[in-house]
């Protein structure tokens, strides 16, 4: 009697997950030729090959991937290692410049979006930089973390990260005792997640082909936001809440109260309550991208011409409201767009659904290459850990590509604990100046 590990398919999956010492040999061959294009970046010898030690910790199969960890399965002191990620004199932007680099080289595409997310990491206490009670997305609820202003690119070829910023909350930016134990750079205002994104887009965006931007309703139903990226030529499909008051421009106006009184216009309504009152012949099913279980179909809704008004009762300009809903995941978007009438709506929905790359991103980087396992405190070590977490989650993006999409850690894929064995031995530091003609610190 066979066993159901004699099944045909069952031998194909498990010759397909085994990994041949040639293709360890290959794999570390790449991951070398990966880190010399950014090993310049760093300008001492010991810089470059602690970068290694701990992108190659990051890639290995660690089940926490901190510092202490890393420099143990490396063999070297634990200190260096927690000095150069938590406050070693280098430049992260240098880094995330040349890897912006490497994303435009590799995946640029004007069909691509711009996505934007803010990522919570949990945290206890009070001392690590920025954390406050405040919305945990991953939690679902209010609870102590950090919040990240993240940045991805998400084109046909795949999806990339292209930056990250921490955000501080306004007591952390006004407490002088809270900031030196902390070492927030001298200037350094409290800025909304909203200008954050700006400033994210101002950076990454003008060296990278896009063709839309994305965000969640944290973003979109700031008017200011959505107006900075009307000033800039930036398409956008931002969700805003549910109860955002909307004025369909093309809904016929109830009669005057009296010949001579001023002109009516049509009601203002909760953007919910106007997709309610649609007919049933009004929503379009659209397909948003093939699934695991076949394609993810929803339907969608719009009126071409809307006016938001806001709090202060202000009307703004003319926009595109787009609702969206999919039955299989029991949810509605509101969605708020300048596209042109020439855009079609299955355009305008198929923007919107590119969003979920980015979650699978976070979920790839924290799974994968430890995102969230990290225990510095300081301004400089969050984004000192970011950087060289966000370069090994490239690493692994571009094993996914060459592996035609496969996921990464699944059949045939290469996933970080499959790098365990290529991250064995040190790569070799690599000289030269970095790519991105960013300042050098002083080392």
Not at 169 to 185: L, V
Request: with cysteine.
């Amino acid at each position: 009697m066979s066993t159901i590990v004699e099944h045909p398919k069952a031998q194909a999956l498990l010759e397909d997950a085994t990994l041949s010492p040639a293709a360890v040999a290959a794999c570390r061959a790449r991951l070398t030729r990966f880190l010399q294009r950014y090993l310049p970046c760093f300008y001492r010898q010991e810089q470059r090959e602690l970068a290694t030690v701990v992108i190659e910790g990051h890639l290995s199969g660690l089940q926490r991937k901190t510092c202490e960890p890393i420099a143990n399965q490396a063999g070297r002191p634990r200190k260096p290692v927690q000095h150069f990620v938590g406050s070693g004199r280098w430049d992260d932007e240098a880094v995330m410049t040349e890897l912006r680099c490497h994303v435009g080289e590799t995946l640029a595409d004007p069909r691509a979006v711009l996505v934007i997310d803010p990522s919570a990491f949990p945290k206890k206490g009070s001392h690590s930089c920025g954390v406050q009670r405040q919305w945990c997305g991953r939690l679902g609820k209010k609870e102590n973390c950090q919040v990240g202003v993240f940045l991805a690119y998400a084109a046909p070829g795949g999806c990339a990260p292209l930056d990250r910023r921490l955000y501080l909350p306004r007591p952390w930016t006004a407490d002088p005792k809270r900031r030196r134990a902390s070492h927030i750079p001298k200037g350094l205002r409290f800025r909304e997640k909203w200008r954050l994104a700006l400033e994210q887009l101002d950076r990454c965006g003008p060296s990278l082909p896009h063709a839309w931007v994305v965000a969640d309703d944290e973003f979109g139903r700031v008017r200011t936001f959505r107006a900075a990226l009307r000033r800039r030529g930036e398409r956008y499909a931002l969700d805003v809440p549910s109860n955002t008051q909307v004025r369909d421009l093309a809904e016929p106006a109830p009669p005057p109260p009296h010949p001579k009184g001023p002109a009516p216009r049509a009601p203002l309504r909760r953007a919910d309550a106007w997709a309610a009152r649609q007919p049933a012949s009004a929503w379009q099913r659209l397909e948003v991208r093939a699934g695991a279980k076949g394609p993810l179909v929803v339907e969608a809704v719009e009126a071409p011409r809307v006016q938001t008004r806001d709090a202060q009762r202000h009307l703004g300009p003319v926009e595109r409201l787009v609702v969206i809903r999919s039955a299989e995941a029991d949810q509605t978007w509101y969605t708020l767009s300048n596209a042109g009438p020439e855009v079609p709506l299955a355009e305008v929905v198929w923007a919107h659904g590119e969003r979920h790359k980015i979650e699978e991103l976070f979920e790839q980087g924290n799974g994968e290459v430890g995102l969230d396992h990290y225990e510095v405190r300081s301004w400089q070590g969050w984004h000192h850990h970011m950087t060289l977490a966000l370069a090994a989650l490239w690493f692994l993006v571009l094993e996914r590509r060459r592996l035609g999409g496969k996921k990464a850690g699944g059949n045939g894929g290469a996933g970080a604990g499959d790098l365990h064995a290529a991250a064995a031995e040190p790569a070799a530091a690599a000289e030269g100046d970095c790519r991105g003609n960013q300042p050098r610190a002083a080392a």
